[in-house]
Every structure is written in structure tokens, then in C-alpha cells.
């Protein structure tokens, strides 16, 4: 079946490290996403690719990174920079940046 | 820059009871609208959209018109199941640059049986 695959699930990260997490796709999408959902929130775009080996700053990106290399992956790095991580990180993508987006199943990241 | 306000939760409501969740928005040009649900420690899931006024997006018995007057897109359901407990979520995407969507803050769901 095709689909988003986020891992891991939970996360657990000590002051001032750098955790990654993972996202890929065997959709064949051109675009991908990743969201911050905090309790309460809606959804805050942190990152976007519409394109392999190109990215986007989206509305809070400040403390994150990302990368392009290959079309069905798109890993998030959450820097020691971040100063508040813990949130639930989903990951979503679209054929092309007009087309509906579809998600994956996140990762709760926490801090230890 | 474009927004999208929902109805304020928690929602709790009988089984078989009606259902509206009210979505505005506000955006330039014309954009195209989305209902995402979330189910507990899950992603998000399109429930239904539309891409131009006055149309009518429905699924699983859940119905929304886009309507451009009014900058509305309200989520309804005539008969609400313990099932539809979850988060809903009302979104925009742009139709200029990167169309990248924006979401709503959210309502909570619950039906008690």
C-alpha cells in the first residue's frame, strides 16, 4: 500500500542534542511537508520541498533543518536551536503543491 | 496574509444528534478549501474539500459548501456516531506562490452514546 511512513513514533531528546526525524513516501509525490502541532493548535508549516534537492523555509522554521536528496525522503532535524521541541511533528505530502495532502502518522518529540 | 478562524471546542453531542462545526476564512484571490480530521495519536486524514464556490464537498455523511459570500465553509453531519469522535480541522490553500495550506486551530469532537 502506499503511504507516509514517519518514524519513530516517540522520541525523547536531552537538552542540547540534535534529533532527526524520519519521513518517507512511496507515493511518487513531488511535494512534501512538515508540521508542528502543539495541544490546542492548529497546524504550523516548519518546512517545505516541492521539488527534489530544493526547500523552503515555511512560518516557524527557526531551530529546524531539512533536507532534500532524494524524492521519497524528506528528514527533520530539530536542532539544540529549537528552544521548545516538544510537539507532534507530522510529516505530509502532495503530488504536486496544488493537490491535497496526504499525512503521515507523526512522531511526539520530548524532552528529557 | 490568508487565516482560517473555527468554531471554538470541546464539542460533545449525543449519538444521532446534528452536527455543525463553523469555518471562515479570510484570502485573496481563490482559494481552495479542506476538512482534515485527527484521530487520537494519529496524522491527519482529507475528509472532504472544495475548490471553488458553491461547491459542495461531502464524505461519510459529512457535507460543507464553500461559500464565497459569506467566507464560510461550515462542516455539517446530519446524524453524529460515537466513530466521529475526533479533531477537526479547516484549511485554505492559497492560489498564488506556493499554495501552502493553512489550518484552523482545531475543534474536539466527542459523541456520547
Known amino acids: 500500500d502506499g503511504g507516509i511512513t514517519q518514524s519513530p513514533k516517540y522520541l525523547f531528546r536531552k537538552e542540547g542534542q540534535n534529533v532527526t526525524l524520519s519521513c518517507e513516501q512511496n507515493l511518487n509525490h513531488d511535494a512534501m511537508y512538515w508540521y508542528r502541532q502543539d495541544p490546542g493548535q492548529g497546524l504550523r508549516l516548519i518546512y517545505y520541498s516541492q521539488i527534489v534537492n530544493d526547500f523552503q523555509k515555511g512560518d516557524i522554521a527557526e531551530g529546524y533543518s531539512v533536507s532534500r536528496e532524494k524524492k521519497e525522503s524528506f528528514p527533520l532535524t530539530v536542532t539544540s536551536a529549537q528552544k521548545n521541541p516538544t510537539a507532534f511533528y507530522l510529516c505530509a505530502s502532495a503530488a504536486v503543491s496544488n493537490q491535497p495532502q496526504h499525512f503521515g502518522d507523526g512522531t511526539r518529540l520530548s524532552i528529557l | 496574509g490568508n487565516s482560517v478562524t473555527q468554531m471554538e471546542g470541546p464539542v460533545t453531542l449525543s449519538e444521532e444528534a446534528f452536527l455543525t462545526i463553523n469555518c471562515t476564512y479570510t484570502a485573496t484571490g481563490y482559494p481552495s478549501l479542506f476538512w482534515y480530521v485527527q484521530y487520537p495519536g494519529e496524522g491527519l486524514q482529507l475528509l472532504l474539500k472544495a475548490t471553488k464556490a458553491d461547491d459542495k464537498g461531502s464524505n461519510k455523511g459529512f457535507e460543507a459548501t464553500y461559500r464565497k459570500e459569506t467566507t464560510s465553509f461550515h462542516l455539517e453531519k446530519g446524524s453524529v456516531q460515537v466513530s466521529d469522535s475526533a479533531v477537526y480541522f479547516c484549511?485554505?490553500?492559497?492560489?498564488?506562490?506556493?499554495?501552502?495550506?493553512?489550518f484552523g486551530q482545531g475543534t474536539r469532537l466527542t459523541i456520547n452514546p
Open positions: 484549511a485554505l490553500r492559497g492560489d498564488q506562490g506556493a499554495q501552502k495550506l493553512v
